[in-house]
């Protein structure tokens, strides 16, 4: 069955950047995309970005463009999302999602058990 | 890219249907058949309801179903039981090659 499992919570200082893990198992890894979403306390949900494994194609939200990156690592069906210049409107709980349809832009649909990230001086 | 609007909240009593909308532009919801709808409880991994704009997966109730028209798109609950109380989103592709989620829509059941 398909698992995502996701690395621990962590606590930043502003201007620090965070790094979060994703491990999947169960499935072909390189056949699907996964995004990336967060969720700030009180607040819906935020897609962030995505990535296909097969070339470590990208396409990030223009609000995170500038300061997040998404890589996969095929010998480890590992992807991460690095999100730079932290601030306290980053506290939130980060998600990655498998898309639903295989070598295509579909939907998220099987998400990790997400990683809280606060940001605090 | 702006979050698709949903309004805040939504009720209706048990064996009522109720419908949420999702308004986006020609570049997001009226221009891909590529809308999805989830269900979210507290605590739990949001489900996917719905699928290219009417597509169900396997499992979800037929109680569910998705349409649009023009730049909005719109989720209908029939039968609506106590369970269905919770959080639903929708999203869809954009044609900056992004996805964009709705604002979110708190269902109450009366």
């Known amino acids: 069955q398909v698992q995502l499992v996701q690395s621990g919570a962590q606590v930043k200082k502003p201007g620090a950047s965070v790094r979060v893990y994703c491990k999947a198992s169960?499935?072909?890894?390189?056949?699907?995309?996964m995004h990336w979403v967060r969720q700030a306390p009180g607040q819906g949900f935020e897609w962030m970005g995505i990535?296909?494994?097969?070339?470590?194609?990208?396409s990030y939200a223009q609000k995170f463009e500038d300061r997040v990156t998404v890589r996969a690592d095929t010998s480890t069906n590992t992807v991460y999302m690095e999100l730079n210049s932290l601030r306290s409107e980053d506290t939130a709980i980060y998600y990655c999602?498998?898309?639903?349809?295989?070598?295509?832009?579909?939907?998220?649909?099987?998400w990790g058990q997400g990683t809280l990230v606060t940001v605090s001086s | 890219q702006s979050p698709l609007t949903q309004p805040a909240s939504v009720s209706g009593s048990p064996g009522q249907s109720i419908t949420i909308s999702c308004t986006g532009t020609?570049?997001?919801?009226?221009?891909?058949?590529?809308v999805s709808w989830y269900q979210h409880h507290p605590g739990k991994a949001p489900q996917l309801l719905i699928y290219?704009?009417?597509k169900r997966p396997s499992g979800v109730s037929h109680r569910f179903s998705g349409s649009k028209s023009g730049n909005t798109a719109s989720l209908s609950i029939s039968g609506l039981q106590p369970d269905d109380e919770a959080m639903y989103y929708c999203?869809?592709?954009?044609?900056?090659?992004?996805?964009?989620f709705g604002g979110g829509t708190s269902v109450t059941v009366l």
């Open positions: 999602a498998r898309d639903r349809e295989p070598t295509s832009v579909s939907c998220p649909d099987f």
């Open positions: 169960g499935y072909t890894f390189t056949n699907f995309y």
């Open positions: 990535v296909t494994p097969i070339n470590n194609g990208t």
């Open positions: 020609s570049t997001d919801v009226g221009g891909f058949n590529y």
């Open positions: 290219d704009v009417i």
């Open positions: 999203t869809s592709y954009t044609s900056r090659t992004t996805v964009v």
